[in-house]
């Protein structure tokens, strides 16, 4: 009996422990990115475009959120992020409209966004978000979202598709 009630109360103490990142909702917010093709506006400058990137509603925040972290990249060439990462702080908020940014910019972020994480591309102007860059070869762009509490966990997660190019 004292097994079973033993066994009973740890099975209960490593399942209450886990716990399980919930979703976030994110969406493109300007029509011209549907998640298909990427907008001419979007291509980066090398190729020709503007090197803009997509403004994104994130919604479904949980509570004991304090930034969220966004991580573009190209799902054909190299790591996650390679596209340029960005930190961006919330208090309490249950959505947001992640901005549109100039691509390859050095400083120009917008208010309450910080740059964390280079793009990879060594010819490109700037240091931080590099628009989809392929060259028109089909490559598939995304965005992963991390929420984040104030220990560094990850407690909610989302991605998006920027398109293809």
Known sequence: MFWKVA??????????????AADLKVMHTDPAWTGKD?????????????????????SNIP????????????LDYGNEGGHGGFEVKVSGENSIVFPSMEGEAKDKMP????????HHCFDCSG??????CSGGRGNN??????????KGDTIAKGELKLGSY
């Open 141 to 150: 762009y995304v965005v992963y979202f991390y929420a984040k509490n104030a």
């Open 127 to 132: 240091k931080y978000y590099l628009g989809p």
């Open 111 to 118: 208010p309450n966004v910080t740059g964390v994480n280079s």
């Open 38 to 58: 990427v907008p001419d506006k979007g291509i980066c400058k090398k190729r020709g475009g503007k090197g803009l990137s997509p403004s994104i509603q994130i």
């Open 7 to 20: 066994l009973s109360v740890f099975i209960i103490c490593v399942f209450s422990s886990v716990s399980v």
């Open 63 to 74: 509570a004991g959120t304090v930034k969220l972290l966004s991580n573009f990249t190209d």
